[in-house]
């Protein structure tokens, strides 16, 4: 295998790469990238069993093979390389020789037939598309994922697809949060699917980019496809199959509010809240919202906002103010509602005009005080 490739093409994908294998693994096929020069074409490939990525690099082909190195010492050697440099690689069977300039390396390789293929994935349902649309999708829900490993079911995002619509929910017992949009054409069959939480943070960094992304599942496995990427995940098996029916709840109050008035509250009131609870008290009444942060050793903060919209009998509820500016800092329209019932019921948090809704469940008053 002979082949040179230049750093700027090569190097920001081994980083993704890097990020699928298993680095503390004993076996050590797992630590290392597959590299195969085919085709005009450099291919790269890493997995950790539970997820995989591979891709694909125009490059300079002299000779086809494949071979396999740890990825990580791959990876630091091509970033000291300087930029713009062209870089040779040559594997004749035994080590890997990298040759840039006067500056040369030889790196240990194993065996390529040891490197583990990903069980093949049966296109029981596929989509594509707009990444642009789907990574809104996925960030509006990602932060509420829960990282308790007992409740594996609450541990990715739910992506459920029903006609020409695609939904996508999660939850971390304190916060629900669900949103959607639109496909051109419907789909004949429903299915609903549970995506690991690192597996939707990969796609939101490395499809950044993208145009559009293709989607297939055999609702066991999952594989995300761009040109030149794809990302493949085992899927959690268990979901919530009810995780949004909290939101079907009638709400007696409802309070409407410029969004980036509320943050900028929240924010100067929140550093000085309780450090366990990060409670603040929200005091709503008539055209008037009072934000406070009970008392404790650093102190106390209160300010007013005034020019709300609300309706409903006058109410006291506490929020955790990190959880809050979190759902507040991924809402995009102008102006936000609050629907409430009662100061111990999830408040629905939602924008004015958008397919996002978030559920917050309150703090007791006694904890706080």
Known sequence: MKFAIKK???????????????????????????????????????????????????????????????????????????????????????????????????????????????????????????????????????FCISSDTLKTEYNGAHMNIVADKIELSSADFQRIATTSATFENAFSDEFTVNIPKKTVFDIIKIFENAEKIRVITDKRQISFSTDNITITSRLIEKYIKSITRLFLAEYKLKAIMNREKLIGVVKRIAPITSELTHGLLFSFQNSQLTVTSPETENGKGTEIMDGIEFEGENIDIVFNAKHLLEILSNIDSPEVVFAMNAKTQPALILPVNDCVKYLLVPISIEKIT
């Open 8 to 142: 700027e093409a090569m190097y920001p994908l081994l980083q993704y790469a890097i990020n699928f294998t298993s680095l503390k693994n004993i076996n050590q096929i797992l630590q290392n990238v597959l590299i195969e020069a085919a085709d005009n074409r450099v291919f790269l490939k890493t997995t950790s069993f539970q997820t995989g990525f591979s891709c694909k690099i125009d490059a300079d082909i002299i000779s086809f093979g494949l071979t396999t190195v740890p990825a990580k010492i791959l990876c630091d050697i091509i970033k000291a390389i300087p930029d713009e440099s062209v870089i040779d690689f040559i594997f004749e069977g035994s080590a890997l020789n990298i040759k840039t300039g006067r500056t040369s390396y030889q790196l240990p390789t194993m065996d390529a037939t040891l490197f583990p293929n990903s069980p093949a994935i049966t296109p029981e349902y596929s989509f594509e598309i707009k990444a642009g649309q789907f990574l809104s999708l996925l960030k509006r829900v990602a």
